[in-house]
């Protein structure tokens, strides 16, 4: 009697209704008929539905992408190739750092969103070998003082990081929050992480070596974040709380396992490469590391530790679950590795083998359930490329026509300086940061000396030497002009390195927009991608990687709302003595206070002029990249010479915030003379850019002058640092103590509220 083969929904051909369920568009379905030669089956089209995403292939972002700096003097490792960006630090040393997205699944379950945003990227950096030093995170959501979602939302993420990060034993450096009505239902949480390597110790994200055995270690998968990939591709709706389960769930006592079990193995030569199971999961790693290795693997997901019975194949594949990576291991050297992994008690399960060729078998109980050449999978292999429209906004021109002498000067000056301490956007951000550890490891140098950028020393590295860290972006800029606002981005990551004594190196991106088939919004991505590399070129600081996050859009009935364009920049810089590092901290009492940099009559985009006036519509602030440049060179050359003891860079809140800033870390004041060919609103509360306010000792004042008279940079002096008493043309503006109070408690204050 003839039996006939039942054929299992996973294994059965999937038609193009299927595909469009997943994502997939028409001509998407057909591409993957032509590589595979056939109609595809349920299995192998979810796994082109995660691997050709946005989140994934960048499809709609590589183009412009490959434009950017990718080569430099310190760049170790290609950028986009590995895990994360490698720079050279000198003496036998590297550092790897990258900044990624976690944005909707914050969205939609802030905690978890947030925690394993910052699992994530610590392990992009000890994949490579590398010992996580520092973490930061730029975060945005909307108006905390009237919206108790943004509340919730910032609640939860900085819950988030701060549970995720303690645990595992990575100190905060340094980051940024901050708050608009268009990061309403989209807030940005945006994670770096930075770390150090020996350059012979180095671990790549590749496999090769027929025969050789394919390792999965760290965590049991479970069903969480399946899809994930998919779900961060697409706008935010009424029903995104549906999709709650693609967000992941982290571990980070297990995370810190496996840290530990990796850098051992990395000192070992027992392994071929590893990879963080990251967006799309198992189907990710033993794709890309396939495609980079020219090799393929054969993959048995029975074998696969999980944590629920009757996991489907595809399940297995496109589980997001934390804390595990994919390790190709040297044939022979198998007991080796897993004895490390045994000693830390983590999971350490032989799933498959490299096979010679190009093709990814997977199989489920002896059965194959999917086969995929490995390059059609990735990103620059055979993932779509797409050119989209752009067009200018009406709005563009608009801001444009803006001019300061529209706005009429306050009649009270003193009440808006004071007002704008309490903008959540200038205010202090204590009652973040106090939820982050920032000096376990007791290496970081900024907190009783604070800088503009965050600087670690390098312990295992001997000697003095750090690394200044940042991350930098006002989206309102951008906005309003989407290639000066991204060149400012870069230039105050890099003037914040610069006033704490650092040399910039290099970049990593955390690029957010609306929906990529919007015309308006691939206009401002395609503005960013050229000034980002215009500054970049400038700089001499090559972008070493990041990712794109598309779609930080809600659809409701009223229209679609995007986010602010905001390509968040993630900066490394190195000083080779940490005894040279610059605070922005008031000295003394009778210190000479001079501006360095370009004044204008300028206020547009400014906090002041939306806070104040509530004017939206203006262009970028005054900027000139070339002129920043000079400062930031002779503002190196000033620290390097020993003759300031104090810079900070003039940015959100103008001048006025700037000084507010330096006066409060030793409770002492300022007098100073404003420019009386300026409008004392915009000479106090613009902020045009390329400006850096230093203090020195008077004994010193010869020595400065003389280096900047051969600078081409214009000086002014201030006036000078006072025991206390704040006062601007000899009017005073209170005390110290009065601004410090208002700029403390207006978050704690808006937070307060349910």
């Known amino acids: 009697m003839s039996t006939t083969k039942t054929i299992q929904p996973d294994t059965a051909p999937a038609s193009l209704e299927t595909a469009k369920k997943l994502g997939l568009r028409e001509e998407e379905y057909g591409k993957i008929q032509e590589y595979l030669g056939r109609v595809p089956n349920f299995t192998e089209l979810s796994i082109y539905s995660a691997m050709w995403s946005e989140h994934c292939s960048y499809k709609n972002s590589i183009r412009l992408l490959k434009t950017l700096p990718r080569t430099g003097p310190k760049l170790l490792a290609e950028a986009g190739q590995e895990n994360a960006g490698l720079v050279d630090i000198g003496d036998g040393w590297a550092c790897a750092f990258k900044i990624e997205s976690h944005n909707h699944p914050s969205a939609i379950e802030p905690f978890q969103g947030a925690a394993t945003g910052v699992g994530g990227i610590n392990r992009d950096i000890f994949t490579m070998g590398a010992r996580p030093i520092a973490q930061l995170n730029s975060l945005r959501f909307g108006d905390i003082t009237t919206d108790a979602r943004a509340r919730w939302h910032m609640r939860g993420v900085v819950k988030g990081i701060g549970s995720y990060g303690n645990a595992f034993g990575v100190p905060v450096l340094g980051g940024e929050v901050c708050f608009d009505p268009c990061y309403s239902t989209n807030p940005l949480v945006n994670a770096m992480s930075v770390g150090i390597v020996r350059t012979d110790k180095v671990i790549s994200a590749t496999s090769h070596g027929t025969g050789n055995p394919v390792f999965i270690v760290g965590s049991a998968t479970g069903k969480d974040g399946i899809h994930g990939a998919s779900f961060a591709s697409k706008d935010m709706t009424d029903t995104s709380m549906d999709d709650l389960p693609a967000v992941q769930v982290g571990d980070p006592f297990m995370e810190k396992l496996l840290l530990e079990a990796s850098l051992e193995l990395a000192q070992t030569d027992a392994i071929i490469g590893m990879q963080d199971m990251g967006a799309a999961g198992i189907t990710c790693s033993t794709s890309e590391m396939s495609a980079k290795g020219e090799s393929g693997m054969d993959i048995h997901l029975d074998r696969v530790p999980t944590r629920q019975e009757g996991m489907r194949a595809w399940e297995i594949l496109l589980s997001e679950s934390q804390e595990r990576m994919l390790v190709v291991v040297k044939k022979g050297r198998e007991q080796e590795v897993q004895r490390i992994f045994e000693k830390w008690d983590l999971h350490c399960v032989d799933i498959g083998t490299v ?260 004017v939206r519509r203006s262009p970028a602030p005054y900027f000139n990249l070339q002129d920043e440049h000079r400062v930031h060179v002779v503002v190196r050359a000033l620290i390097k010479r020993g003759l300031i003891s104090a810079a900070h860079d003039v940015s959100d809140g103008g001048l006025w915030t700037t000084l507010v800033e330096m006066a409060m870390p030793r409770s002492l004041g300022f007098d100073i003379v404003t420019d009386s060919e300026i409008r004392t609103d915009a000479f106090l509360f613009g902020e045009g850019q390329g400006r850096v306010v230093v203090a020195l000792h008077p004994d010193s004042e010869t020595g400065f002058l003389d280096l900047m008279a051969t600078s081409r940079v214009p000086v002014m002096l201030l006036g000078h640092v006072t025991k206390g008493k704040l006062v601007v043309d000899d009017e005073s503006f209170g005390f110290i103590d009065d601004a410090q109070d208002v700029y403390e408690e207006a978050i704690p204050s808006a937070m307060a509220e349910q």
């Not at 009778?590 to 501006?595: D, M, P, R």
């Open 355 to 614: 096979t010679n060729g190009n093709t990814l078998r997977y199989y489920m109980h002896g059965e194959l359930v999917a086969e995929v050449p490995a390059d059609s999978l990735v990103l620059g292999g055979g993932a779509p490329v797409y050119v989209r429209e752009e067009r200018e906004p009406a709005s563009f021109k608009e801001n444009q026509g803006f001019r300061t002498d529209q706005v009429p000067e306050p009649d009270d000056l003193n009440a808006v300086a004071y007002d704008l301490l309490a903008s959540p956007n200038i205010a202090s951000k204590r009652w973040v940061s106090e939820q982050y550890d920032t000096m376990v490891r007791t290496l970081n140098m900024s907190t009783n000396a604070p800088s503009d950028a965050g600087l670690v020393l390098l312990k295992e590295a001997g000697g003095n030497k750090a690394l200044a860290v940042t991350v930098d972006c006002n989206g309102r800029y951008v906005h309003a002009d989407p290639y000066i606002g991204a060149m400012i981005a870069v230039s105050e990551a890099a003037r914040n390195i610069a006033c704490s004594g650092g040399d910039p190196c290099g970049v990593t991106n955390c690029l957010n927009f609306g929906n990529p088939y919007d015309p308006e919004v691939y206009w401002q991505f395609a503005n960013v991608i050229k000034g980002m590399g215009e500054a970049c070129r400038e700089f001499k600081t090559p972008v070493t990687g990041g990712n794109v996050s598309f779609y930080n859009q809600t659809v409701t009935d009223k229209g679609d709302l995007a986010v602010f364009p905001t390509p968040t920049i993630g900066m490394v810089g190195t000083l080779d003595d940490i005894n040279k590092r610059m605070t922005l901290a008031f000295a003394e009492k009778g210190n000479l206070i001079y501006l360095i940099g370009t004044v204008t009559d300028d206020i547009a985009c400014s906090e002041y002029l939306v806070r104040h006036h509530n």
